[in-house]
Each structure stands twice: as structure tokens, then as C-alpha cells.
């Protein structure tokens, strides 16, 4: 089974200042064959149910701010706020669908400095 | 608008079985997968299985084997989930998700509301 963890658990940032999150697997979710990431990137705002904001590692789900976004290949992977906003507090998840059984990082708590 | 709505609050006892339900809406119900995640109190997303219906396929995480089932009814575009032999530890908010295509191997690019599950004696 594949093993996804993220670091740190929580940060604070200050409003309009970049939040960084990385997430790494415990083997490549490459597909080589189509030079794929299989890595989604959710956000679950207090009380809300999760979100899909980032998939193929890198591609942004539509209608999410271009603030966020996601890097990286193989097992290092990096979701970026470029201008945190307050809207943004909330756990962010990773997520590996390279294989079964799927599974999430713990997740990185985002809160306003 | 598409949506997955799902069934209401259960409260059940240890050793009981549970089946929670989700219905999609808007959509083409089967050219996606369904996936069930469960969220314990103040816990992380942990993945409990997926079911694509026009495959035919489901696949469990190992620790739910032997008590999970999940099923899908195409005519009602309901998924199920049906998990046995209950214990406090399954005390969680279960949602179903939708995958972005059948196969099990997708992102989730919608959520039901979620159920939450309540296990006590």
C-alpha cells in the first residue's frame, strides 16, 4: 500500500503571504506511460465537506482561485497559496489515486498568523 | 446541479450493521466510480473502498475485508454502503464521493454531504 505524508501538520501564514504544503508518497505515483501524476489535492474548510482543488498533481479544478497551486513528480509533491486569504483556513489533503487502495495524507492545517 | 445526497444520522449499537445510501443527481451516474471515506471525530480522510458500477468492480481497504459491502443500483442511481459488525471506533462521518471517471482510480471531484454514524452501547 502506497503511504502518503504530509508536513508540517498546521502552519499559520499571515493574510496575502504564500503557504506551502508538501505531501510524499512512499513509491512513485508516475505512470510513466502517459507521464501522469495520480495526486489530488483537496481542501476541507471548517464544518464543510472536502473539495477537490488540484488532480493530475498540477491541474487546477475548475473554478478554484489561481492562488493555488500544484508541483512536483514521482513522490514529492507541493501545493502552494500564493496570497493566503482568509477564506483559505482550512486542512488540506493529499491523496494518491495511482493505485488501490487510494489513500490521504493526514493533513496540514492552514490558519491566519 | 449535480450532487451525491446522502442518508441521514444513525445511531447504532456494537455488534449492529449500518447502511448508509447516496443518490446522485445531474448526471450520468454510470460513467463514474463511487467511493466511500469515513472522517472520525477530528481525524484525518481515511479511504474505506470504491464501487464502479459499469465495470463491475469494487475494491475494500484491507482492514474493512470481511464486513464492507458496497453496492450500486443503476435504475435509482443510489450507491450503498453496508458496514458490519459495528464498534466505537467506527464513530465517524462517512461521505461517498464521486470519482471523475469509472474507473476506481480517480480523483473525487464530488461529495455528498456525509452521514454521521454514531456507535455506542
Known amino acids: 500500500d502506497i503511504v502518503m505524508t504530509q508536513s508540517p501538520d498546521s502552519l499559520a501564514v499571515s493574510l496575502g503571504e504564500r503557504a506551502t504544503i508538501n505531501c510524499k508518497s512512499s513509491q512513485s505515483v508516475l505512470d510513466t506511460s502517459n507521464n501522469k501524476n495520480y495526486l489530488a489535492w483537496y481542501q476541507q474548510r471548517p464544518g464543510q465537506t472536502p473539495k477537490l482543488l488540484i488532480y493530475?498533481?498540477?491541474t487546477r479544478e475548475s473554478g478554484v482561485p489561481d492562488r493555488f497551486s500544484g508541483s512536483g513528480s514521482g513522490t514529492d509533491f507541493t501545493l502552494t497559496i500564493s496570497s493566503l486569504q482568509s477564506e483559505d483556513v482550512a486542512v488540506y489533503y493529499c491523496q494518491q489515486y495511482y493505485t488501490t487502495p487510494l489513500s490521504f495524507g493526514g493533513g496540514t492545517k492552514v490558519d491566519i498568523k | 446541479q449535480e450532487q451525491l445526497v446522502q442518508s441521514g444520522a444513525e445511531v447504532k449499537k456494537p455488534g449492529s450493521s449500518v447502511k448508509v445510501s447516496c443518490k446522485a443527481s445531474?448526471?450520468?451516474?454510470?460513467?463514474?466510480?463511487i467511493g466511500w471515506v469515513r472522517q472520525a471525530p477530528g481525524q484525518g480522510l481515511e479511504w474505506m473502498g470504491g464501487?464502479?458500477?459499469?465495470?463491475?468492480?469494487?475494491n475494500y481497504a484491507q482492514k474493512f475485508q470481511g464486513r464492507l459491502t458496497m453496492t450500486a443500483d443503476e435504475t435509482t442511481t443510489t450507491a450503498f454502503m453496508e458496514l458490519s459488525s459495528l464498534r466505537s471506533e467506527d464513530t465517524a462521518r462517512y461521505y461517498c464521493a464521486r470519482g471523475r471517471k469509472q474507473w476506481l482510480e480517480r480523483e473525487y471531484d464530488l461529495w455528498g454531504q456525509g452521514t454521521l454514524i454514531s456507535v455506542s452501547s
Open positions: 445531474g448526471g450520468t451516474f454510470s460513467r463514474h466510480s
Open positions: 464501487i464502479s458500477p459499469i465495470l463491475g468492480k469494487t
Open positions: 493530475w498533481a498540477s
